[in-house]
Every structure is written in C-alpha cells, then in structure tokens.
C-alpha cells in the first residue's frame, strides 16, 4: 500500500495534557504537508488551528475525553462549541459505566443527542474496547448504528491498551454499512496501518506514521 494512501487516512494526532500551541501549530503544519485526513488536537486549540490552518486541513477534535462519564448535556454542550470554533469532525467517549449496566437504549440516546450537537459534522464514537467484553462491544457496534453517528472508534490512547486487529474485524462484521470504523492507539508501524486498513478501518488515529514518513523522507526513501 502506497504511503500516501496511508497518510490520507491518518488522523494526526496530539492529545497530550501539556500541549502548547507551539505544539499544534506543528502538528497542523505535518497534516497540512502530508496530506492527512485531519489533525486531532485538544479543544481549546480548535478556533486557533482552524483560522490557522483555513480550508487546508479538517480540524478535528475530543469531547468527553477521555473518560467519557460527562452528562449527555455537557458533552452536547462540548460538541457544539467545537462546532461552533470551527471543528470538522467530533470524537466523543460513550459512557462506559453505562456499557457495563447494559443501558445501550440511554447510550443510542446519547449518541444521538450529540450528533444532533455536532449540526451535520462528523461524529466519530470512542468506545474504549479495552474495558470491554466482545458481547459488549457487539451490543456498542449496534447502539453506533442506530445512533446516527459517522464511525466508531476503538480507543482513546488514554486507557491501559489500544486498537487491535480483532477488534477492528469485529467492528466490520456487527456495525451497520453506513457506519466507518476508526482504529486509534498504539498503532506504531506502517505494517500495522495497513493491516488495521484492510480489515476495514477508514481512519487512524496516530501521530506516529507522520513521524515514519519524515525519517524516510530524511533518508531519500520517500
């Protein structure tokens, strides 16, 4: 798979608790000049990259992250004013405590309640499969569906583990066709981008293939 191809469907991302601007405003200028398909950055950086970054770049960002046990009017609330700053897309964290109760009708809800927040940018669903059970995840998979979101995510990176190849085959064989699945967390290698790509990821969540593509570029390899 050609690098390029890979890097199209990367969301660059910086998520650190000390990010500066100076930080993002890097990140930003890799999306910008590897082609991403968006750059993943904390909330409060999202109107400055936006205005920093134009039309060049989706800016996309994390609410109720990474936890995800915020009400639904806050993460709603969350949503809106990213919008609002000028986000593309939006990754929201389900309520997991509500995954393990079996409360998937009030997760839909949630979900649906956030989309509604996000006035027609994409929503991408975390749903943190590291604390799960495969019967949960496949019950999260159906709640995506009906929810009218955009995609589902493995992970927020911030938990004890991140994507993997199962979960990502899982993911494509129980959510709805119109439902993209995002694999985010720990993915280190382009070996492993493109494994997590042929099971039926659309995005990556990463900062790390970025990384790859400017050491072959430093050695003349790219």
């Given at each position: 798979?050609?690098?390029?191809?890979?890097?199209?469907?990367?969301?660059?991302?910086?998520?650190?608790?000390?990010?500066?601007?100076?930080?993002?405003?890097?990140?930003?200028?890799?999306?910008?000049?590897?082609?991403?398909?968006?750059?993943?950055i904390p909330a409060s950086f999202v109107k400055q990259?936006?205005?920093?970054?134009?039309?060049?770049?989706?800016?996309?960002?994390?609410?109720?992250?990474?936890?995800?046990?915020?009400?639904?009017?806050?993460?709603?609330?969350?949503?809106?004013?990213?919008?609002?700053?000028?986000?593309?897309?939006?990754?929201?964290?389900?309520?997991?405590?509500?995954a393990k109760e079996g409360k998937w009708a009030e997760i839909t809800d949630e979900i649906?309640?956030?989309?509604?927040?996000?006035?027609?940018?994409?929503?991408?669903?975390?749903i943190e499969t590291c604390l799960l059970t495969d019967e949960e995840k496949i019950q999260l998979c159906k709640c995506v569906s009906d929810s009218g979101a955009d995609y589902i995510k493995t992970s927020t990176g911030f938990s004890k583990a991140g994507a993997t190849f199962g979960d990502v085959a899982l993911f494509k064989k129980h959510v709805a066709p119109h439902v993209k699945i995002k694999a985010a967390g720990g993915i280190s290698s382009l070996e492993d981008a493109e494994k997590f790509i042929e099971l039926g990821a659309d995005r990556l969540g990463t900062s790390r293939i970025v990384k790859i593509a400017k050491g072959l570029e430093n050695d003349g390899s790219y």
């Open positions: 798979m050609e690098l390029n191809t890979i890097l199209s469907k990367c969301d660059h991302t910086l998520l650190a608790q000390t990010a500066t601007w100076a930080e993002i405003k890097a990140v930003c200028d890799d999306g910008m000049k590897y082609h991403t398909a968006s750059v993943c990259a936006k205005e920093y970054v134009g039309d060049k770049l989706p800016i996309c960002t994390v609410i109720g992250f990474p936890n995800g046990y915020d009400t639904t009017a806050a993460k709603c609330f969350m949503a809106s004013d990213a919008v609002e700053n000028g986000a593309d897309e939006v990754d929201m964290v389900i309520n997991i405590g509500w649906a309640a956030v989309k509604h927040s996000c006035k027609g940018k994409l929503l991408k669903v975390i």
